[in-house]
């Protein structure tokens, strides 16, 4: 019912940054402004996690610890986007970054929360 397709990652030097893009497409036909969209990434040999949400109107988002004051997500419902701009880029944020949404409101950035997953893109920080 609603695929998602990431665009943006890349390789870049520590302190660089990024701009991430996610195109909603939306079989059902519900409005793209029905649903809570997140970014979450995963790293080799790890669990994936959440990084940003932003609630349907765009009106609040909420990041993880790793994320605020370095991210920022934000949404465009007239495109069917929503985005994700990366600063200050460390290594350690070096990971496969998917995209996430969740028809409703937003119930907190877990996994579970999710329900329509992207294939992500890659982001890779060199030191």
């Known amino acids: 019912q609603v695929q998602l397709v990431e665009s943006g990652g890349g390789s870049v030097q520590g302190g660089g940054s990024l701009r991430l893009s996610c195109a909603a497409s939306l079989a059902s036909g519900d409005p793209f402004s029905y649903y809570c969209m997140g970014w979450f990434r995963q790293a080799p040999g790890k669990d994936r996690e959440g990084v940003a949400l932003?609630?349907?109107?765009?009106?609040?988002?909420h990041y993880a610890d790793s994320a605020k004051g370095r991210f920022t997500i934000s949404r465009d419902n007239a495109k069917n986007e929503v985005y994700l701009e990366m600063y200050s880029l460390k290594p350690e944020d070096t990971a496969m970054y998917y995209c996430?949404?969740?028809?409703?409101?937003?119930?907190?950035?877990?996994?579970?929360?999710?329900?329509?997953w992207g294939q992500g893109t890659q982001v890779s920080v060199s030191a």
């Open positions: 996430a949404a969740r028809r409703g409101s937003c119930m907190g950035l877990a996994v579970t929360a999710f329900h329509y």
């Open positions: 932003v609630f349907t109107d765009g009106s609040y988002a």
